[in-house]
């Protein structure tokens, strides 16, 4: 902060002495005789030996009206020494004088910087304006934790470029800054990010060499889980005795048609009509990453279990300690269980299915209580072929289920309602098989709901067919 006033200081005080003007400058190709015409931004500045002209910048074939040379000038000089204009610029004329300033405060950020010395100057702060401001905080942190990994060390022994590493951290700090795609993140690093500041420039700055380091960051992928993982264990003393493990999946908008593992499957974000890929994801007990894998969209959850933990076991895994694999019941079918016991693991699971024993409500231990906020949780302990299960009851989360029951109830008998009104109403479906067929899937849809009532479908029929087209629906509760 200090250099930067400093720096704003000096600029200004080297141009509150400096008229400026417009001068028009031709020059001939010596080949081809051929006249170009360019303007020159061109300051008086006092100096001890009397008033001497200096080139300011070059900004090239401009498309304006001569008429409008002393207006530019004028306009870059009030927005160099932080004056206010009174009248209403013109706006093409107006990016010209934006661009020609930002380029003069780049220059001579650059020719000042090597020479900051301790010479403070009092300044008004009030008259300061702000241009072109650049986020720095949140990359400072990024980019602290980057060197604390020692990941320029990393991607160096593996064969990477010093000039695409900063590139490559641009990425991971856009990916935890300011999530967005590869082409927002070029944007944001360029331009609102001072993240460069920090890492130095990469040597290329197309898109193309974004998209190429994203894929050699990929391309790294188990070596650098490995080395995190490793550097991550050694300067938090973590003791990986749990393991998370859990799967979700993503879905590609367009075709993804040279990504072999894009397939159609079951979305969890109900985008059942785009492909999707599915990540399984390995965490320990405070949050760190250990191992991940792409799978197939339509993969088998169940089916990872074995794969994930093989391939854990080969990079992380310490060999004399007893590690316990926490997971879903979706995974944790008897086959899976099965394989953690043969393999000397421990593991938490939701159990599948009733329980091998009679629920007893009786003698529960209650662990929290409030009643302010209607928390009561209750568990109690039971042991069964040397297998230990907890049984857990909350007020919260039977409130929870009953309103989850309740609500697919109500679509379900709203649904029914529909299309049973729907036999006296013209244009509304009143064919038998149809009916039949709409009543299957509300049955499939609300597996729950539908086992609670019984449904008949009376056929009627048609004068002037055997076949029944018309028919009635009957709905009534079941009794408990």
């Not at 980057?146 to 856009?174: C, M, Q, R, T, Y």
């Not at 939701?350 to 929290?368: C, E, H, L, T």
């Not at 209580?369 to 909350?394: A, H, M, Q, T, W």
């Not at 539908?450 to 029944?468: C, Q």
Request: charged content about 30%; overall charge positive; proline content about 3%.
């Amino acid at each position: 902060m200090t250099h930067t006033i400093i720096l704003l200081d000096m600029i200004i005080l080297l141009y509150i002495m400096s008229a400026m003007y417009i001068k028009k400058v031709k020059k001939r190709n010596g080949r081809t005789e051929k006249v170009y015409e360019y303007l020159h931004l061109v300051g008086s500045v006092r100096t001890e030996n009397g008033s001497r002209r200096r080139l300011i910048l070059n900004p090239g074939s401009i498309d304006i009206d001569p008429s409008q040379y002393n207006t530019l000038a004028k306009r870059i000089e009030f927005i160099l020494t932080g004056q206010k204009n009174i009248f209403e610029p013109d706006a093409q004329l107006e990016k010209h004088v934006s661009d020609a300033a930002r380029k003069i405060f780049k220059k001579q950020a650059k020719d000042i910087s090597s020479d900051v010395d301790s010479n403070f100057q009092n300044i008004d702060t009030k008259s300061l304006e702000v241009h072109s401001p650049q986020s720095l905080g949140s990359e400072y942190i990024c980019h602290s934790i980057w060197k604390e990994l020692k990941l320029d060390d990393f991607f160096k022994s593996n064969g990477i470029s010093e000039h695409v590493i900063p590139i490559i951290e641009s990425l991971v700090a856009g990916r935890l800054i300011a999530l967005a795609s590869g082409r927002h993140t070029k944007t944001w690093v360029e331009n609102r990010s001072a993240l460069y500041e920090l890492t130095g420039p990469p040597l290329r700055k197309s898109l193309n060499s974004y998209y190429r380091a994203g894929d050699k960051l990929y391309s790294l992928k188990d070596a650098l889980e490995n080395h995190l993982s490793s550097k991550e264990k050694d300067l938090f003393s973590l003791s990986e005795k749990m393991f998370f493990f859990d799967l979700t999946n993503i879905y590609f908008e367009g075709e993804a048609l040279k990504n072999p593992k894009a397939v159609r499957g079951r979305s969890k974000e109900k985008r059942s009509d785009c492909k999707l890929v599915t990540l399984g994801l390995i965490i320990d007990e405070t949050g760190f990453s250990k191992h991940s894998r792409v799978f197939p969209g339509n993969q088998s959850e169940p089916k990872t279990l074995e794969t994930m933990i093989k391939e854990l076991e080969n990079k992380t895994c310490s060999k004399d300690v007893k590690h316990t694999i926490v997971m879903d019941a979706g995974i944790s079918t008897s086959d899976n269980l099965r394989f953690l016991k043969e393999n000397n693991y421990h593991y938490i699971v939701v159990n599948r299915g009733n329980a091998p024993f009679n629920k007893d409500y009786s003698d529960m231990q209650i662990i929290k209580e409030d009643p302010v906020k209607g928390i009561k949780i209750e568990v109690k302990r039971f042991v069964e072929e040397k297998e230990v299960y907890i049984l857990c009851k909350s007020e919260k989360k039977k409130g929870k289920e009953r309103s989850m029951r309740t609500r697919a109830e109500n679509l379900f008998l709203e649904r029914l309602e529909y299309y049973s009104n729907g036999l006296s109403k013209p244009g509304r479906v009143k064919n038998y098989k149809k009916i039949i067929e709409v009543i299957g899937r509300l049955k499939e849809k609300y597996p729950k709901a539908a086992k609670l009532y019984n449904i008949d479908v009376i056929p009627e029929k048609d004068k002037l067919s055997d076949d029944p087209k018309l028919c009635a629906v009957n709905i009534k509760r079941k009794k408990r």
